[in-house]
């Protein structure tokens, strides 16, 4: 049975050494009380809850799965999610970075981050459940109506309703813009819906009372193409004026997927056969309205991998530790039994280091991003607020592509470690590979995010907003460059940062006389882009561990997290090398391949 412990101490260290959120934020209005006590004693409590209430079902969760009543077309979640979900309620933990004005805490969406990390290593099924809620609450927020907003978004906050987020549909994939649900416009107002949506998370379930539906349709009149798809929100059971519940709507399970991983959360095919809603946004604006929430997604995406992640290191470097077998190739390490702890034989080494590394990085990453968001969102100076937007823009897609990409090898790398035993379910090594793996398809699968990332966010500004995120580069490089002891961390990242520059011009120029190129390498580039990222992320965190260090502390943390960076940089930075080359190979001989793929 595996094990987990909610990783205070790194979130604290990330959170307030590293990046200092308190004072970042202390000119944010909203958050101008905030202090580091109150993080801690939230993060403290919301630990508890993900070791001691959702992990304990996870394992039961996956074996049991979700199960659908055709007559009522009603589901059930595993036993013992339904009392999670109301404990979690009690907590008021689905209030935590929410809006005050509708029952919120109003605590800084750092926190709220840092809290889904632990609850994504405890449960990723089941946290999905509460997760895409709060995606439904940022897109009310950001685009609903005053009357959507009174109605919904209280319940919303205090988690007596859930949210889902109802885009593809069996023929269309990533390309939204072949979608065929039709909203047809009443006369009070309100729209009638009639299609199909496919892989929706958390569809239907018996957790809450109502599930608000955000779906994607067309109207009559709609433009071809994604320029044609507008917004609306449709209630699992209709909601009267006063907020209580009328009759069950006009959508409702057809069918749950099976699939590999994540059992304990039902993804439907949902049936819209007249559902009524109503408008959010703008009529044919809805892909804007809705990227708020697609763009939350991502970044909670990411987050399953690093939470997987973590909880997979943990487990895997207790089994190294306890496990025997052989004797090390530099001699016996424990003489007094009959073989070593794997521990000691440097390939499981580097296969404990990978996942820790690439957990710390993900972490210093999210966090990043959510006080980005934070500032975006609240930062009293309009220039702060815009580059904040600017830079997020930029690491949303690496924070989705790079961490699940990392998290899926993670998570191998610990079930390997493992042996035969990682192979057996009752360990639980193989689910979390299994649920790691959806991490990368969903929410826009990693190669369109590639092309994201690169054509959107860097060539179609030449890289204007790449250059933002130089700069900080840069400065550090230019506070560290003189200080011998960081020479191992600012050096490499200091030239990736030259070459970053050269190797997007080059890129661009192609894609400029032939669009296949940047298809081509964009997966490469992505990658690469991810561990300039890292590379920046693990210098600052080796400076202050140096520092603290320098200062007199003893705390093995710090000696740890100086380890960790050295592994960082000395064994997988260096992938960047190769990705270039890849990159540069080409689309030709991707392209030309007629022949091969007959």
Known sequence: ??????????????????????????????????????????????????????????????????????????????????????????????????????????????????????????????????????????????????????????????????????????????????????????????????????????????????????????????????????????????????????????????????????????????????????????????????????????????????????????????????RIQMRSLSGAKAKDKPADPIIVHPDVRKMLLTAKAYAEGGRALLTFCALLLDKELHHPDEKVRQDSADLLALLTPIAKAFLTDNGFEATNHCLQVFGGHGYIKEWGMEQYVRDARINMIYEGTNTVQSLDLLGRKVLANNGATLKKFGKLVAALVEEEGVNEKMAEFINPLAYLGEQMTKFTTEIGFRGFQNPDEVGAAAVPYLRVAGHLVFGYFFARMASVALKAIAAGSTDPFYTAKLQTARFYFAKLFPETATLMRVARAGSQVLMDTDAALA
């Open 1 to 322: 049975m595996p094990t987990y412990t909610p990783p205070l101490r790194d979130m604290q260290f990330v959170l307030h050494e590293v990046f200092n959120v308190v004072e970042e934020l202390k000119v944010c209005p909203p958050h101008a009380e905030v202090d580091a006590d109150t993080i801690n004693a939230v993060l403290e409590e919301g630990g508890k809850f993900a070791a001691e209430v959702a992990f304990p079902l996870n394992l039961s969760g996956d074996q049991e799965g979700c199960t659908l009543d055709k007559a009522t077309h009603e589901v059930k979640a595993p036993k013992g999610f339904k009392e999670a979900y109301k404990t979690y309620i009690e907590g008021g933990w689905p209030a935590l970075s929410c809006d005050p004005e509708y029952g919120g805490q109003g605590l800084p969406f750092v926190v709220n981050q840092a809290f889904y990390e632990m609850l994504n290593s405890a449960n990723q099924a089941w946290t999905m459940y509460p997760g895409l809620s709060h995606g439904a609450y940022e897109c009310l927020h950001a685009h609903g109506t005053e009357a959507q907003k009174k109605l919904y978004l209280p319940k919303l906050v205090s988690g007596e309703w859930t949210g889902t987020m109802c885009l593809t549909e069996p023929h269309c994939g990533t390309d939204l813009g072949l979608l065929r649900t039709k909203a047809e416009p009443q006369p009070d107002g309100t729209y009638k819906l009639t299609g199909q949506k496919i892989f929706i998370s958390a569809g239907e379930h018996d957790l809450a009372e109502n599930i608000v539906h955000l779906v994607l349709a067309r109207l009559p009149d709609a433009p071809q193409g994604s320029k044609g798809i507008s917004l609306f929100l449709v209630p699992k059971f209709h909601v009267k004026a006063d907020g209580s519940l009328g009759e069950r709507n006009g959508i409702y399970c057809g069918g749950i997927e099976h699939k590999m991983g994540i059992h304990g959360n039902a993804t439907c095919q949902m049936i819209l056969d007249g559902a009524v809603g109503t408008l959010v946004g703008q009529p044919n604006k809805g892909l804007q309205a809705m990227f708020v929430m697609m763009n939350a997604a991502r970044l909670g995406v990411g987050n399953q991998s690093v939470g997987l992640t973590e909880v997979a290191f943990q487990n895997a470097l207790a089994y190294a530790k306890d």
